[in-house]
């Protein structure tokens, strides 16, 4: 009868190549000290034997741990893509699976035409986070390898993707070979965070050097807005030579007021005593670069 509990042998139970996982140690651990508190789920049975839908993890603890039997319960045997959408079930209320494993299972159900809405009903996913999932399937594999490299996330992905058709392709491949150059300091909202860059019209026009000037704003951002964006593109629009918009020069000029405000008040008779003389003199040719662009 549906909903069954009872005890299973190991031995009858058999897995689902689509969802077969490594052993998670921490877990073995936990059952060794608390044993197990809630029954697997399987379906069946088939000639004695049932199919594993949920606990797959545990499953693989307690084989490691030498366990006969365990209880389970027993549901009716359905197929393969309805198994999916039930583990996809229990993973919106529970939200056990990890990202990765449950945007591959949605491409498996897609894969097999289901719609989205049907993919919503039976999983109780949104139909616009299963259009997402829709989304990233169809991104080339060039942009996945690159999200991959960095170690990111699916909404870095995302981003990187709209960003491809927003710009030119040299200053989309300019930004791609920027987050590997400072890999090590890229997390997934700074790509996100560049993305509101490429909203700027003004961006896809900048020169080379303006574009990385901008990027490198942004990356040292941890967090960052579209007006955020839009100051620093307005800047380097302004300081390239490529706009001569007057809203775009007075912010540039505010900007370039507030800044050196700040530094007058960094450089102060505390700081001037205690600076080596190289440091002094770099500070003055610094100055004094500043005055000669001003002229």
Known sequence: MPGLVDRIRLSQIFLDPLFRCEEDTRLTTDIRKNKLDNPLIVEGPINDHYILVDGYKRY?????LGWESVQCTIEPVSDTAYRVAKRLRRDYNKQKLRIPERIRYVHWLLGLQWDINRISEKTGIAPAVVRKYEKIRDIPQEYKDVIKSLKLGHEALLALDRMQTRVPGRTFYQIVDELKRNRSNIFGYHVEAIEYLTKVPEFSR?????????????????????NEAKKIVDIEAVVSGITQDDSSIEQCTDYIIKEASELANIVSPNLMKNVTSPQRKQIVAVFKKCLEKAR
Do not use: D, G, W, Y
């Not at 693989?60 to 490691?64: A, E, F, G, K, T």
């Open 206 to 226: 900048l020169p080379e050097i303006a574009v990385k000037r901008a990027i490198h704003k942004t990356i040292i951002h941890n967090t960052f807005k579209q």
């Open 60 to 64: 693989m603890s307690l084989v490691h």
